[in-house]
């Protein structure tokens, strides 16, 4: 006789950058397993990489988890987490002052994404030429935080690169995926400092999932105002 099978409640979110509704189940303990075994390797690319299986599952493939973007991958985890062990969880969270942890109540209901208003996809260079944006996918990041023998500024063109869309002039449209990455690349470097800076800070002010603390801390009674940011700790 076959064991008995538990019925999963399912939900409903909208991934923030496509606003497309899904649909999904709170994460097992199969799952639970996959994300508890990232978090002991304390290795930032196989936490993504489990929050991505996850994902996949609960949301029955639905998600592609490898195009989203990564405030999307966290906006997904944090509701799925909510779900799945309740709004309220404790994160370990380090004191400003003694820089000792202390474990916090977070209502993950509270999780918003910042810069969520202001980043403008279009980048208008001169007066005829421009750039449309895009953000960067999960495993672009990943790559990107792959290759730790690069130099900082390499990494930021990389990224950079990966970021562009479509390259307009007049009235004339370049996709970014028809053109190599040398030619990219060469278009970055003929740009001056202040056309850079603009596409710069369409990285820089891409959105991420982020939430407040407030907390006396056990150690050292400080009171700490906190801003989470980042699956480091909504995994914690």
């Known amino acids: 006789m076959p064991l008995p099978k ?3 409640p399912t939900y409903e979110l909208t991934i923030p950058s496509t606003n497309e509704t899904v649909s999904y189940r709170p994460y097992l303990v199969k799952e639970e397993k996959i994300l508890l075994l990232a978090l002991e390797s304390q290795d930032e690319r196989q936490m993504i990489r489990a929050i991505k299986d996850v994902i996949t599952a609960c949301t029955d493939g639905a998600v592609d988890t490898s195009r989203i973007a990564m ?6 985890f944090t509701q799925l987490r909510a779900k799945s062990v309740g709004e309220s969880v404790q994160l370990s969270v380090k004191c400003d002052k003694c820089e000792k942890n202390n474990d916090v109540a977070i209502n993950l209901e509270n999780v918003r994404l910042s810069n969520s208003d202001k980043v403008n996809d279009t980048i208008e260079l001169t007066d005829t030429i421009g750039v449309k944006m895009r953000y960067p996918s999960v495993d672009t990041v990943l790559q990107s935080r792959a290759n730790e023998d690069s130099s900082a500024v390499d990494l930021i063109f990389s990224l950079l690169i990966e ?3 479509s390259i307009y002039s007049g009235e004339e449209i370049f996709d970014a ?5 040398e030619e ?3 278009f970055l470097e003929s740009l001056n400092s202040d ?3 603009r596409i710069r800070e369409f990285v820089e002010n891409i959105p991420a999932a982020e939430i407040d603390a407030s907390f006396k801390c056990s150690h050292c009674g400080e009171h700490n105002e906190k801003l989470l940011r980042g699956l480091a700790n909504f995994f914690g």
């Open 71 to 76: 405030f999307d991958l966290e906006y997904i």
């Open 184 to 186: 990219l690349n060469e």
């Open 6 to 8: 538990l019925n999963t």
């Open 195 to 197: 056309q850079f800076s």
């Open 177 to 181: 995926a028809s053109q190599s990455r």
């Open 163 to 165: 970021c562009i869309d």
